[in-house]
T-cell receptor, first 113, second 111 residues
């Protein structure tokens, strides 16, 4: 069965600095999708970035980028130039072929001014 | 705005009661997924519907049931509610693209 693990319950970063959130997963599939979702205090689930496993190039969305290591089954999120609005809980998720998402336990990110 | 609408936003009810949560997916999306998020935890998959038919089930309690109607909206029915059922319930919809879009959730409080 597929599992997703986020080993950092909490992280903090100084405004304008860079932070990396870790995620590892386990699967026997070769083709799949990985996502990072942001959940601010409003509780809305917001898609931050996605990675298709068959693509070797790491995905990038403005200040957000991933380090996808398929062999190591690692999928970390790097946030550059952190802003106060980045403070939220971040979830790593693995998508099965059915579309079902398996989520990690989340990492709470605090941004200090 | 994700285009997925969930009602109600908040619900407070007593133990033993029954409630219905409603989800309207994005226009054209045939798949609807329901997730449960207990306090400060990750989201747990409950059930998936595709074009009116149940496609996959997660760790959904027997007291819970769902359905998807011909107009593609979905309802999640929770009965014989217990204090531990208090959680945020999310609906997500997905079309032919790769990511799911989430509604704003229904916060259920059982007292």
């Amino acid at each position: 069965a597929q599992t997703v693990t986020q080993s950092q319950p909490e992280m903090s970063v100084q405004e304008a600095e860079t932070v990396t959130l870790s995620c590892t997963y386990d699967t026997s599939e070769s083709d799949y999708y990985l996502f990072w979702y942001k959940q601010p205090p409003s509780r809305q689930m917001i898609l931050v970035i996605r990675q298709e496993a068959y693509k070797q190039q790491n995905a990038t969305e403005n200040r957000f980028s991933v380090n996808f290591q398929k062999a190591a089954k690692s999928f970390s999120l790097k946030i550059s130039d952190s802003q106060l609005g980045d403070a939220a809980m971040y979830f790593c998720a693995y998508r099965l072929y059915t579309g079902k998402l398996i989520f990690g336990q989340g990492t709470t990110l605090q941004v200090k001014p | 705005d994700s285009g997925v609408t969930q009602t109600p936003k908040h619900l407070i009810t007593a133990t033993g009661q029954r409630v219905t949560l409603r989800c309207s997916p994005r226009s054209g999306d045939l798949s609807v997924y329901w997730y449960q998020q207990s306090l400060d935890q990750g989201l747990q998959f409950l059930i998936q519907y595709y074009n009116g038919e149940e496609r996959a089930k997660g760790n959904i309690l027997e007291r819970f049931s769902a359905q998807q109607f011909p107009d593609l909206h979905s309802e999640l029915n929770l009965s014989s509610l217990e204090l531990g059922d208090s959680a945020l319930y999310f609906c997500a919809s997905r079309g032919g693209n790769t990511e799911a879009f989430f509604g704003q959730g229904t916060r259920l409080t059982v007292v």
